[in-house]
């Protein structure tokens, strides 16, 4: 796993909003997220796959690797998760993210957001 | 990239450089459709990618994999490279699936680009199998080299006679 990529998961994983004791955690899993969970808000952030490499002399010197954020949510505004996720985005991969898409479930009631990040590892 | 182009006297100076969008803005648009073909090539084979199960509801808050179904759709839709724009600075394409039309699901007629886009980026009740994005950032490199190397072998049109 690389080391940004980690220090991401735990820093959406710590993602807390509102006043204390009122604070509220948006509940993000790592990769797959088998049971959703019963909430207004979650997140899944995942590695997907490597992006692209530097190589010397045949052998991988440098390693891009891609992942994604992504952000259901009930609320049309993501209820105030967006800004601190890419808040969290630009401080651990800097510039190398985007949106990637912005959907609505229509089954489901749920907003989408997936945001498409690379890492160095 | 540098290309040498030689003249004498200010009449012919500006008669090539009258000459020279013209001149490079098609072969930019030729070695951009040979790059671009690289890329729609590999979002072809990332189609057969797409891991599959048959067709069952997500229950219980299980993500499912698209149905076979699902896969011979995106598989059979028309894709590959838009229409090329010009807008006099820059020449733009895209590749996906914009007019890949309408296809029936289920006895539900669907646009084929949100199945796309279900499959490529996930729903709450669908994994993610990013086949568009993983086929753009690896052919990124190999899409680059081959506009470039385009660039190059029409050099000699850039001696505008």
């Known amino acids: ?121 | 990239m540098p290309f040498k182009i030689e003249f004498t006297g200010m009449d012919e100076l500006i008669r090539k450089m009258d000459k020279l969008p013209e001149v490079a803005a098609k072969v930019a648009a030729e070695s951009l459709y040979e790059g671009a073909g690289v890329v729609a090539d590999a979002v072809s084979g990332a189609v057969q990618g797409i891991a599959t199960e048959p067709f069952k509801y997500a229950k219980g808050g299980k993500r499912r994999k698209p149905s076979p179904e699902e896969k011979a759709i995106v598989s059979n839709a028309r894709h590959g490279v838009a229409k090329f724009k010009n807008d006099g600075n820059t020449i733009q394409t895209s590749i996906g699936y914009q007019k890949a039309g309408y296809a029936t699901l289920k006895g539900k007629t669907k646009p084929v680009p949100v199945i796309v886009n279900a499959i490529n980026s996930g729903t709450s009740f669908m994994q993610k199998q990013p086949f568009l994005r993983k086929a753009f950032s690896k052919s990124k490199s190999a899409a680059i080299a081959t506009i470039q190397a385009g660039i190059e072998a029409r050099a000699d049109q850039f001696d505008l006679g």
Request: include cysteine; aromatic fraction near 12%; hydrophobic fraction near 40%.
């Open chain 1, 1 to 121: 796993m690389p080391s940004e990529y980690t220090a991401l998961v735990n820093a959406l994983k710590s993602l807390t909003q509102g006043e204390s004791p009122d604070t509220v955690t948006l509940p993000v899993a790592e990769d797959e997220w088998y049971t959703r969970p019963d909430a207004v808000s979650y997140g899944v952030v995942s590695l997907d796959f490597e992006a692209d490499a530097i190589l010397a002399e045949g052998l991988k010197t440098d390693t891009a690797w891609e992942g994604s954020v992504d952000l259901f949510s009930m609320a049309r505004n993501g209820a105030g998760w967006v800004d601190l996720i890419t808040a969290a985005l630009t401080q651990h991969c800097g510039a190398s993210w985007s949106l990637n898409s912005h959907q609505y479930e229509r089954e489901t009631g749920l907003f989408h957001w997936e945001w498409a990040f690379q890492v160095e590892g």
